[in-house]
Each structure stands twice: as structure tokens, then as C-alpha cells.
């Protein structure tokens, strides 16, 4: 069974610029949720999807961030414009039920904005 | 907000056991988590606890007291490709992941 997956792996891109991530998530998962680890500190919650609608998007940063999941499959995080403290690494994870129980996490997108 | 304490970093030997603590004060508890995240790579399970008391799974223990808002994750029979991020992570009153900094931890010949 594949586990979550990310792309890119890695994104520079300059202030200003816009960039999209991607996760597909463990197949038959209906939630998914975004979080972020900035540099040296925790991962910290973004937002949660159930199917294609937001559940909660309470870890969102500011309204430069626009995270979608059209048909319930895979999922984008989009950064428009990116700013200098958007850098990090930006996790995916998956889960069959909403509740107690393991979060599959995927590799992260590492993004450094320059 | 969700206060998660673990420390920063860990050196232990080869073979020997190295025990990882975590506290936390968070509006609510649905249960505590261990993953283990090596350099980049995805974070993966570990244990979670829920009740009070001792998990174990081979050479990994996880141990909660709700009470005490404290949790061990006890590593034994340390290898190389132990040395890892371990990060503590609890559901506070929603489903929200909240974790700690991560415990860096370090196996030595």
C-alpha cells in the first residue's frame, strides 16, 4: 500500500513568486490535514480537510495561504505571494477516521523562500 | 494554547536505553503519540496512549500518566539506526495534532 506522497521535495523559489504543493494522501483516507515545521521549531497544525470540504482551517497563517482538495482525492497548498518567513517544511497527513488514531504523515515539501 | 515539553537533544551508546520525556499542558487530551522522524523523511507511529500506564512494543516502550500531564518513550537495546527525531505529539480537546520541539537523539559506537 503507498503511503502519503509529496511533491516537489524541495522548492526555492524568490519573494513574491507563488508556488503550489501537492499531496495525494493514503487511498480510501478521508482526512487530510496540512501542517508546517518552520525553522527550529515545533509542527504546527494548518488545516484538515474531511473529503473535499474544510473542517478546520484555524492553523492557517494569513489569506496568503489557499489550501483545496476538489473531488476528495489529492490535495494543494498554495502560497501566493510567498514571504520570506513561509519558509520550512510543509507536512501532509492522512487518516481513515477523524479522531483517535494514527495520522500517516508524508515526507514534507521542504520550501525556502529567498 | 498547547504547551509540549521535551528535550532538545540525546546521546546514548550502542546497546544501551535511553528514555525520552514529554510533558504537556493542553486544553484537553485525546491521547498521546510517538513518532520517530529521521532527516528527511516522513514522521512514523510509534505508540500511542491513551490510558495510564505502560505500552510496549519490542524495543519500545511508551508510558503515560494522565495526571501528571507526563509521558516516556523508553528506547532499549539502542542501534545506529536509532539515532532519529523523536517527537511527542498530543490531541488536545479536537483532533489537531498539537507536538513538541522533538528530542534529537544520537547512538554512538
Known amino acids: 500500500e503507498a503511503g502519503v506522497t509529496q511533491f516537489p521535495s524541495h522548492s526555492v523559489i524568490e519573494k513574491g513568486q507563488t508556488v503550489t504543493l501537492r499531496c495525494d494522501p493514503i487511498?480510501?483516507?478521508?482526512?487530510l490535514y496540512w501542517y508546517r515545521r518552520v525553522m527550529g521549531k515545533e509542527i504546527k497544525f494548518l488545516l484538515h480537510?474531511?473529503?473535499?470540504?474544510?473542517?478546520?482551517e484555524s492553523g492557517m497563517p494569513n489569506n496568503r495561504f489557499l489550501a483545496e482538495r476538489t473531488g476528495g482525492t489529492y490535495s494543494t497548498l498554495k502560497v501566493q505571494p510567498a514571504e520570506l518567513e513561509d519558509s520550512g517544511v510543509y507536512f501532509c497527513a492522512s487518516s481513515q477516521a477523524h479522531g483517535p488514531g494514527e495520522q500517516f504523515f508524508g515526507p514534507g515539501t521542504r520550501l525556502t523562500v529567498l | 494554547g498547547q504547551n509540549i515539553d521535551q528535550p532538545t537533544e540525546m546521546t546514548a551508546t550502542e546497546g544501551a536505553i535511553v528514555q525520552i520525556n514529554c510533558t504537556y499542558q493542553?486544553?484537553?487530551?485525546?491521547?498521546l503519540f510517538w513518532y520517530q522522524q529521521h532527516a528527511g523523511e516522513a514522521p512514523t507511529f510509534l505508540s500511542y496512549n491513551v490510558l495510564d500506564g505502560l505500552e510496549e512494543k519490542g524495543r519500545f516502550s511508551s508510558f503515560l500518566s494522565r495526571s501528571k500531564g507526563y509521558s516516556y518513550l523508553l528506547l532499549k537495546e539502542l542501534q545506529m539506526k536509532d539515532s532519529a527525531s523523536y517527537l511527542c505529539?498530543?490531541?488536545?480537546?479536537?483532533?489537531?495534532?498539537?507536538f513538541g520541539a522533538g528530542t534529537t537523539v544520537t547512538v554512538r559506537a
Open positions: 505529539a498530543v490531541f488536545p480537546n479536537d483532533y489537531k495534532l498539537s
Open positions: 493542553t486544553s484537553g487530551f485525546n491521547g
Open positions: 487511498s480510501g483516507h478521508d482526512n
Open positions: 480537510f474531511v473529503k473535499e470540504s474544510k473542517q478546520d
